[in-house]
């Protein structure tokens, strides 16, 4: 049996298979239990920040589950490195946190590492999770 031989566009498009196969190879799940629903009315809305620069702004990945004791929202495929999450128990369904006059959340809402901010979010740094691997976080909801 003779060896197989590559052509050079052959070999390019072989090493960039094997690229692709090990990248895709490194994506992991970060899954994320929400504890502290205050009904099993709505859902409870995510969302994946993957830097400070998009934090609260632009979201990398969005995931809603029917509300529960305990919500599971799964993030797929992600590269390992650092993000953070805000959620909230969007219990009335209209798709927004709703807030009082003064501005003062009236629904349920956490970020990941169970941050707080002062009179504000927390910052991405405070918030932030390295995922390295499948990973699985607790959030409470407040």
């Not at 197989?4 to 072989?14: A, D, E, K, P, Y």
């Not at 205050?38 to 859902?43: L, Q």
């Not at 501005?103 to 009179?119: C, K, L, N, V």
Request: proline content about 4%; hydrophobic content about 40%; overall charge negative.
């Amino acid at each position: 049996m003779s060896p197989i031989r590559f052509s050079s566009l052959g070999r390019v498009v072989c090493i960039a298979a094997m690229t692709v196969a090990g990248a895709a190879a490194q994506a992991d799940d970060l899954t994320v239990e929400v504890l502290g629903a205050r009904s099993d009315k709505g859902t409870v809305d995510g969302a994946l920040y993957a830097d400070a620069a998009s934090w609260l702004k632009n979201s990398l990945q969005g995931e809603r589950q029917p509300a529960n004791a305990k919500t599971v929202l799964v993030y797929r495929n992600l590269q390992p490195g650092t993000y953070a999450l805000s959620l909230f128990h969007d219990e009335n369904g209209n798709g927004k946190l709703d807030s009082n006059i003064a501005g003062i959340p009236t629904e349920r809402y956490g970020f990941s590492r169970d941050a707080r901010g002062h009179m504000a979010a927390p910052s991405f740094a405070d918030a932030a999770v390295e995922l390295h691997g499948d990973t699985t976080i607790t959030i409470h909801l407040r």
